[in-house]
């Protein structure tokens, strides 16, 4: 099964521009991630289905944040940038088994 990535124009532009990542980079850390999904319940960022993230490295081990609501069969991406320390420590503790 071929992963489906829904990312809008305004998104891909804002990714591009502001973070330096491409829609490659995305596949790969949908690829290569380990651990689960978070769910971001912050009431700020309250989505219907709740907004998923998790961390995962590019194939060239830039390792970036991946925030994204699935859709219908599909990854609707709503943002992705290099994790601060906090997001790194959060996915370390609940989002890897370790």
């Not at 993230?53 to 994204?68: D, E, I, M, Q």
């Amino acid at each position: 099964m071929t992963l489906k990535l829904k990312i809008s124009k305004r998104i891909a532009d804002k990714i591009r521009d502001k973070h330096g990542v491409s829609p490659k980079d995305v596949y790969e850390c949908f690829e290569n991630r380990r651990g689960k999904d978070l769910f971001d319940t912050r009431a700020e960022h309250l989505t219907d289905p709740l907004t998923r993230w998790f961390l995962a490295y590019t194939n060239h081990k830039r390792l970036l944040k991946v925030v994204f609501i699935p859709v219908d069969g599909c990854m609707e991406i709503k943002s992705v940038f290099e994790p601060n320390a906090e997001e790194i420590r959060i996915y370390d503790k609940y989002g890897l088994d370790n």
